[in-house]
């Protein structure tokens, strides 16, 4: 059973279930796999449309907005995202796999 995050970060970071994200970045060479063009973007451009089971499960832990890029980067063709990067920042990303 997860345990809520204690004192202050509770108000500040939704998490009650465990999940988490993290990626290797290089520099981009042949047959390396996908590649990623990132740049910030407007906190106000609407955010990638999810699952609902995404969504819900990002409610439960901010760390869950990464599904999208996880189920871009598992899929056969481009695609361009839009994520939340906590508090007022975002990404644009183009997953090129």
């Known amino acids: 059973m997860m345990r809520p995050l204690p004192g202050p970060l509770r108000s500040v970071v939704p998490f009650d279930c465990g999940f988490a994200v993290a990626l290797v970045l290089a520099p981009a060479s042949s047959g390396s796999g996908a590649q990623l063009r990132l740049r910030r973007a ?27 890029l996880l189920q871009a980067l598992a899929g056969a063709g481009p695609r361009d995202l839009h994520l939340r990067a906590g508090g007022p920042f975002a990404l644009h990303v183009q997953v090129m796999p």
């Open 42 to 68: 407007q906190s106000a451009d609407a955010p990638t449309p999810a699952a609902d089971w995404m969504q819900a499960l990002s409610v439960r832990n901010a760390a869950a907005a990464g599904l999208p």
